[in-house]
């Protein structure tokens, strides 16, 4: 009887076909005038093994891993001058480099039953992961260096030709004439590219190829299988779930705005693409290439995609529109979203199409207001029209990103122009929730209490924030403007500093007592259920209650004549805890790698982690190793809060201790 490996790990030979090129093409990046013949050879050599490894790895796993080892290393050393001098790719290799040397000592074979099914079953798993392996290739001419010559672009065609031929091997054996279409058009396409010199696109065509690829996969349901996916694994947990959507969101952003098309330069580098698109997704605004000059319009089309999704949650999207098309999720895939939306089971569809609806009116009478403001104040029709939708959309969900290189310093003179961004920031990091509230709380009417400790607290900062601007920056920042102008200025400068990221004045010269108060504002945030970061004004609401109780000897956090629970006080105290937490360190990591004033990186970092997207003079000054600490500040800043809610309602309670009481002296 015949036996063969298991068809799930079948794929790791595609997957090593289409990665044999990548040692020559990183090679050919590092390349000087003359190609050192060592290195020329070194790379030969570990494309060759990862070929043998390939053929081998399923036959005889013992000398599989011996090839497999050696194109690892090979692959390595060619890369070794660019890691040597770029600390971004020495991390990614160093990573890349143990999980693979880990995934070839931990392989083992597995055997089953031969039978026609299962080998098309296996060219099917060949074909998939060598798609899934294209993009690895083409990020790294990216990182590396661009491929300008002709011999280099049609080395990284290389993977994506080895890709197709699988594709079409399993098409052919499937007996799948939509499928042999798809792919002999597609290598025609890039044949034809490289024949009329139009070789500047083949990123893009080989990014774009390898997502219809993929697409076209059938999906395949398993007969017997009870165990759960990974990808289950993933959407049936509430923690899970958001990071992995807001991860994914991330790589796709990083996909879209690296591919040439994207920039008028066509080249940007992968690691100001991430950064990018964490700042789009995350709602930020930090930015180290000029939006208006440095972005095509397919660019801004990009960022602006990735602020929306970003802004709202995918899976709100996704559900609603599922539901509209007749669909709907399965009942645990519901829960997770209740638990996420803090919603009931019937009410998650009303409550996610009224969070839709409301976007989308809040921010098309914004971007109408604004293409009126924007076209009075001399910008012709089409631009102001741009300019109007790309700012309502970025405003409403707190992201900071501008079409203008000022920002709105420009229209700090137009106090129309800043009311409205102010209103659309307001509105969207309160929650389209407590903003149907807002009627309601201002005649009086009983409110809930959570929306209205989100109201109250969001009133009180905003005046002691504006306040605090006029107190301290009147001939400072705001020197030169009518008093009307200051007022207003310091107001919208209060609104946006609550994870905006707009500003109307040069905010570079601020004087030390305002930069105290930016910073614990940037660090307080928004709203529970809106579009802000931070760690929420429901939190720091709480714990003033919770301050207020104890100062004047109360048991209990009382509001309305209902009691707050001990363990909400809890949570709350964990969440402030935990930001701080994540601030000093990154505080700490910054200040270890970069040479840039304390004050400096103190005011980026809470902004990253915030989400708030202002910067008195850091972010052009980062190297990549502080642009790498900013993505992450600025993932965690948006994810964090988020998942520390849900994991702490995650709806068990403890049972009273009995165990004896102790008192701690704290004085």
């Excluded at 020329?40 to 081998?56: F, K, P, Q, R, V």
Aim: with cysteine; net charge positive; proline share 4%.
């Amino acid at each position: 009887m015949r036996f063969h490996q298991d068809i799930s790990r079948i794929g790791i030979e595609g997957a090593l076909l289409v990665l044999s090129p990548l040692p020559l093409l990183v090679t050919l990046a590092k390349a000087g005038p003359l190609l050192d013949q060592w290195q020329l050879l070194n790379s030969l050599i570990a494309g060759l093994a990862s070929m043998a490894c390939a053929y081998t790895l399923s036959r005889q796993p013992v000398l599989g891993k011996f090839f497999g080892i050696v194109a690892v290393a090979g692959c390595y050393s060619s890369a070794l001058p660019y890691i040597l001098k770029n600390p971004f790719v020495a991390l990614t290799a160093n990573v890349l480099l143990i999980s693979a040397i880990f995934f070839f000592i931990d392989f083992r074979k597995k055997f089953q039953q031969n039978s026609k099914r299962d080998g098309i079953n296996r060219c099917k798993q060949r074909a998939w992961w060598g798609t899934l392996m294209i993009p690895v290739p083409i990020f790294t001419s990216m990182l590396l260096a661009p491929p300008q010559s002709f011999f280099s672009q049609f080395i990284v065609s290389i993977p994506l030709l080895i890709a197709l031929f699988l594709y079409l091997h399993w098409s052919l054996t499937s007996k799948s004439t939509s499928r042999i279409i798809l792919t002999v058009t597609t290598i025609l396409l890039i044949i034809l590219s490289h024949v009329f010199s139009v070789t500047n696109y083949i990123l893009s065509i080989a990014l774009l190829s390898s997502c219809a690829v993929l697409l076209s996969f059938p999906h395949q349901k398993a007969t017997f299988e009870t165990k759960e996916h990974w990808w289950e694994m993933l959407l049936n947990h509430p923690a899970r779930l958001l990071l992995s959507t807001f991860l994914a969101l991330c790589l796709f952003g990083t996909l879209l705005l690296a591919l040439p098309a994207s920039t008028h330069d066509k080249t940007i580098s992968l690691i100001d693409a991430a950064f990018t698109s964490v700042s789009a997704v995350c709602v930020t605004g930090l930015i180290v290439l000029d939006t208006a000059k440095d972005f095509t319009i397919f660019g801004q089309c990009c960022i602006l995609l990735l602020i929306q999704l970003g802004g709202l949650g995918i899976m709100s999207i996704t559900t609603v529109a599922l539901h509209t098309m007749g669909l709907r999720l399965s009942l645990k895939q519901e829960r997770v979203l209740t638990s996420m939306t803090d919603t009931d089971h019937k009410d998650l569809l009303i409550s996610l199409k009224t969070i839709l609806k409301f976007t989308f009116i809040a921010e098309l009478i914004g971007a109408t207001t604004l293409i009126v403001l924007f076209h009075a104040a001399g910008d012709s029709l089409g631009q102001a029209s741009w300019r109007g939708i790309f700012t309502a959309i970025s405003a409403f969900c707190n992201a900071g990103f501008a079409l203008q290189s000022d920002s709105l310093i420009s229209f700090q003179h137009k106090p129309l122009v800043l009311h409205i961004v102010s209103a659309l920031i307001i509105f969207g990091g309160i929650s389209p929730a407590a903003s149907l509230l807002v009627p309601r709380w201002i005649t009086g009417k009983p409110t809930p209490i959570p929306a209205r400790i989100a109201l109250v607290t969001t009133v009180v900062l905003l005046v002691s924030g504006t306040l605090f601007m006029i107190a301290f920056e009147w001939n400072g920042v705001l020197a030169g403007l009518s008093v009307s102008d200051k007022i207003q200025n310091a107001w919208f400068q209060s609104v946006t500093l609550r994870t905006a990221g707009f500003n109307s004045v040069d905010i570079t010269g601020i004087a030390s007592p305002t930069f105290l108060v930016m910073v614990v504002l940037m660090f307080i945030g928004g709203s529970p259920g809106g579009t802000a970061g931070g760690v929420k004004t429901t939190t720091i609401g709480l714990l003033a209650m919770t301050f207020w109780a104890n100062i004047t000897s109360r048991q209990d956090v009382e509001i309305q004549s209902r009691r707050i629970h001990s363990t909400t006080i809890y949570r709350a105290i964990t969440i402030v805890a935990s930001g701080m937490a994540v601030w000093f360190v990154v505080i700490l990591m910054l200040q270890v790698t970069q040479q840039i004033s304390a004050r400096d990186l103190i005011f980026e970092a809470t902004s990253a982690i915030g989400t708030v997207g202002l910067t008195i003079g850091a972010t052009p000054l980062l190297d990549e190793i502080g642009k790498i600490i900013i993505i992450i500040a600025m993932f965690l800043g948006r994810i964090g809060p988020m998942t520390f809610f849900v994991l702490l309602s995650d709806g068990h309670t403890v049972s009273a201790s009995r165990s004896p009481e102790e008192k701690v002296s704290l004085t």
